[in-house]
């Protein structure tokens, strides 16, 4: 057996099937297609095209052997495969097959290929890692596309008349749709409650991503999907807190250690934290040199988590970077950034993010992050906190109304937690946790002729449906469940893609091995959280690695100081883009609701930067559009 070499990682997949009007495919759409993502690419570029059929592919080579060339059949050219992402049980499923198979490349690419001669569709079920990925079953004139478990890859598509089109980022995927391509008021609505857009749906109407954990079938009957896998429910015979402590460690060992790449530079994604500091002291015990961290911080010391960081790099002899992220930096990279991902930035971390991973690109080509475990083990302040729901709603709403605008301007958070805690509904304060707006600020800021156009329960119905799937769970698991459904994938982990991929950089997140996942659904409640502490076995499953500071720091979360910025240094930014009378999307507005949104954050009258942020953001995607 060739030795291992994962030859292929971070790519770009898009393509397009004629299925119902059987015209050739076209390879011009499809070269503008992986022209949108050569950023995900730039080291090598390929097409298939088998009549009704085309597929395209950009590859990042983190090794570069000519076996990575994509995209890849099996021996005989009757199955094709374009494939975005890395197999960590290539060599085992090899194994497995190699004798019934035929193999010509060293990839973990081609596994799949045999999988499914082996398996089917239920392939799926045999991976384990992140992927996205398309396959031609040229015999039956089938093409069958998949997606991880948990959503770490991305992938969209788009369905027309007898036609479907899919790609890993929507400016490419709009390059090959041949109808006009329109924005969907409902995802305009949801944006300003949910910070991004919840999938299935995206801002484009048609246009719309493959759920996490799913796979979708083309062919001449049309087009279905199924799911192959779901979050487990809790133990239904515990074990002793020990146990669980002693799996959650060895299982994340383990999945640090199958997320090396011996051959190229390695860095992390480094804030000082548990999670971070965790991956680090791993990847220090296995022995892993040099070993390269990076952080982002700024020049306002009260947001700054750099000591931490420069601690925990001192204490595992790390080559340390930090990158210091200016009010400039962000008012430079925006508008930029914003055409980049053609839908408006999610949060102010993502430039962060994007900063620092432009930085990192200059030594490394891989970066390990942290992303994931606060889904899991309920490390987020408002799990604990949700449990006082019941009591606090029972006061008349009026009342914690007059709280909340009482409390000063500083104590934005326990405003934000007051605003939740008081919703006796369990989807409608899912959905307020997080939210940008809040439904009555959605409805007090969007034009009445626009809200006739949407649904305003949108948002909360989405989580609704979510926390009824596990109605039978504890209101905690429900949450998790929830959050792992949503706010991870659609937000968290499409950010880390896209902004790693625009410095062309390739990021892994250990905490989101699916049988970690599993295993941490089934840990109790009672040993997640105790009182208001967060994270309760993770932190006792970590502390033969942990130093007792970093085990003991409270969750902070990484907040980039927009609020004094938008107030004093961006002040003029802000104004110039929203208090415009030509802005572009005030004809989605009431003005005035809207300009007094920016006026009372000027003014110091109330917190409003995670407003101003969605406005901003939509605000230059509307520019952006208008540009097109």
């Known amino acids: 057996m060739p030795a291992w070499r994962p030859a292929q990682r971070m790519c770009?997949?898009?393509g397009t099937f004629n299925f119902g009007t059987r015209e050739p495919a076209d390879k011009i759409l499809l070269k503008r297609a992986t022209d949108a993502m050569v950023h995900r690419g730039p080291d090598d570029e390929g097409f298939y095209l088998d009549g009704e059929l085309g597929l395209g592919n950009r590859r990042l080579s983190i090794i570069d052997l000519p076996g990575g060339h994509q995209p890849l059949s099996n021996e005989d050219?009757?199955?094709w495969i374009t494939f975005n992402g890395e197999i960590y049980n290539y060599r085992e499923l090899r194994y497995h097959l190699e004798g019934r198979h035929k193999f010509r490349t060293a990839t973990d690419t081609e596994v799949i290929l045999h999988l499914y001669e082996e398996f089917g569709d239920r392939l799926v079920e045999q991976l384990r890692g992140m992927f996205a990925f398309a396959l031609w079953d040229r015999r039956n004139r089938r093409l069958m596309l998949a997606r991880d478990r948990i959503g770490i890859k991305?992938?969209?598509?788009?369905?027309e008349p007898g036609r479907l089109a899919f790609a890993s980022e929507l400016r490419a995927i709009r390059q090959l749709s041949k109808q006009p391509i329109e924005i969907d008021p409902q995802s305009v609505y949801d944006f300003f409650g949910f910070r991004y857009v919840p999938a299935p749906n995206t801002f484009y109407r048609n246009i719309n991503k493959l759920l996490p954990g799913y796979f979708l079938i083309a062919d001449a009957s049309g087009i279905r999907q199924a799911r192959y896998w779901d979050i487990p429910g809790e133990d239904e015979t515990p074990l002793a807190a020990e146990e669980y402590a002693a799996q959650v460690l060895d299982t994340l060992r383990e999945s640090v250690r199958l997320r090396l790449v011996a051959d190229v530079p390695l860095g992390v994604f480094l804030s000082g934290g548990v999670d971070s500091?965790?991956?680090?002291?791993?990847?220090?015990?296995?022995?892993?040199?040099?070993?390269?961290?990076?952080?982002?911080?700024?020049?306002?010391?009260?947001?700054?988590?750099l000591p931490y960081a420069r601690r925990v790099a001192t204490r595992f002899a790390t080559e340390h970077t930090e990158v210091i992220l200016r009010p400039r930096d962000l008012a430079d990279e925006l508008s930029r950034l914003v055409a980049f991902r053609d839908e408006p930035v999610a949060e102010p971390t993502d430039i962060a993010l994007y900063r620092m991973s432009l930085k990192a690109a200059e030594t490394v080509k891989v970066v390990l992050a942290g992303e994931g475990s606060d889904e899991l083990f309920a490390g987020y302040p408002k799990y604990a906190a949700d449990r006082l729901a019941g009591l606090i709603s029972a006061f008349p709403q009026e009342v914690t109304s007059k709280i909340v605008r009482w409390l000063p301007y500083r104590q934005r958070r326990v405003k934000l937690a007051l605003e939740a805690l008081s919703i006796p509904d369990e989807a409608e304060r899912s959905a307020t946790w997080f939210a940008s707006f809040s439904r009555e600020e959605r409805e007090a800021l969007f034009s009445p002729d626009f809200l006739?156009?949407?649904?305003?329960s949108h948002p909360a119905r989405v989580f609704a449906q979510y926390l009824e799937q596990v109605r039978d769970r504890p209101p905690l698991k429900r949450m998790l469940y929830a959050d792992l459904k949503i706010w991870l994938p659609d937000n968290l982990l499409l950010r880390g893609d896209q902004m790693t991929m625009a410095a062309s950089i390739e990021e892994r997140v250990p905490f989101l091995d699916h049988r970690l996942v599993e295993l941490a659904a089934r840990i109790p409640v009672r040993l997640l959280t105790q009182g208001f502490r967060t994270k309760v076995l993770l932190r006792q499953a970590l502390s033969p690695y942990l130093p007792a500071e970093t085990?003991?720091?409270r969750k902070v979360g990484f907040t980039v100081p927009v609020g004094p910025w938008f107030r004093k240094t961006l002040n003029s930014f802000v104004a110039d883009?929203?208090?415009?009378?030509?802005?572009?999307?005030?004809?989605?507005?009431?003005?005035?609701?809207m300009e007094n949104?920016?006026?009372?954050h000027f003014d110091g009258v109330r917190d409003r930067q995670k407003q101003i942020w969605a406005l901003i953001n939509f605000e230059l995607w509307m520019r952006e559009k208008n540009r097109v």
């Not at 991305?154 to 369905?159: S, T």
């Not at 006739?452 to 305003?456: G, K, L």
């Not at 949104?597 to 009372?600: A, G, H, Q």
């Open 452 to 456: 006739a156009r949407v649904d305003t």
């Open 597 to 600: 949104f920016v006026r009372e």
């Open 154 to 159: 991305p992938l969209y598509y788009l369905a």
């Open 277 to 305: 500091t965790a991956i680090v002291a791993m990847l220090a015990d296995l022995g892993v040199r040099p070993l390269r961290t990076f952080s982002v911080g700024f020049e306002e010391k009260e947001f700054s988590e």
């Open 577 to 593: 883009l929203l208090l415009s009378p030509g802005a572009r999307s005030r004809e989605y507005f009431n003005v005035a609701n």
């Open 12 to 14: 770009g997949i898009c």
């Open 77 to 79: 050219e009757s199955l």
């Open 551 to 553: 085990l003991r720091r």
